[in-house]
C-alpha cells in the first residue's frame, strides 16, 4: 500500500523536525560575534540551516553548550536548499589545560602547603 501525502503536509513535518532536532541539538559554531547552531556533525564536517546562516569560510571555534571542542578551518562543501554542508580543513582540538614549556615530572606536588 502506498501512501501520498500533500505537498503542506511533508513540510510541515519537515519544519517539525527540524525544530525538535535544534532542540534537543546543543552544537554551536562561532565565526567572529556570530554564532550559529549546528544541525548535523561528522567526523570531518557539519551542517548548518540554508537560510539562517551565511556561507561561512575561513577560521570558525566549535563549541558543545559553552565547552570548546575545536578551532577549525572550514570550506563550504554543498547547499541543497535546506541546509549548507561545511568540510573541516583543519582540526586544532581545544583541551582544558593550559600549554606548558617544560616537562612535568608525574611525581610533583599538585599543591603546596604553606605555613600557617
Avoid at 68 to 84: F, M, N, P, T, Y
Avoid at 89 to 95: D, I, L, Y
Wanted: with cysteine.
Amino acid at each position: 500500500m502506498t501512501t501520498f501525502l500533500s505537498p503542506e503536509v511533508l513540510a510541515g513535518l519537515e519544519e517539525a523536525r527540524m525544530r525538535g532536532w535544534q532542540k534537543s541539538n546543543r552544537l554551536r559554531v562561532e565565526a567572529g560575534p556570530q554564532s550559529h547552531a549546528v544541525l548535523r556533525a561528522w567526523d570531518n564536517g557539519f551542517a548548518l540551516p540554508a537560510g539562517a546562516a551565511p556561507h561561512l569560510r575561513g577560521l570558525v571555534d566549535l563549541y558543545d553548550g559553552a565547552r570548546h571542542l575545536k578551532r577549525c578551518l572550514i570550506v563550504a562543501s554543498e547547499d541543497d536548499g535546506q541546509e549548507i554542508r561545511f568540510e573541516l580543513k583543519v582540526v586544532n582540538e581545544a583541551s582544558g589545560e593550559q600549554p606548558v614549556d617544560f616537562e612535568r615530572p608525574d611525581d610533583a606536588p599538585v599543591a603546596l602547603i604553606g605555613d600557617a
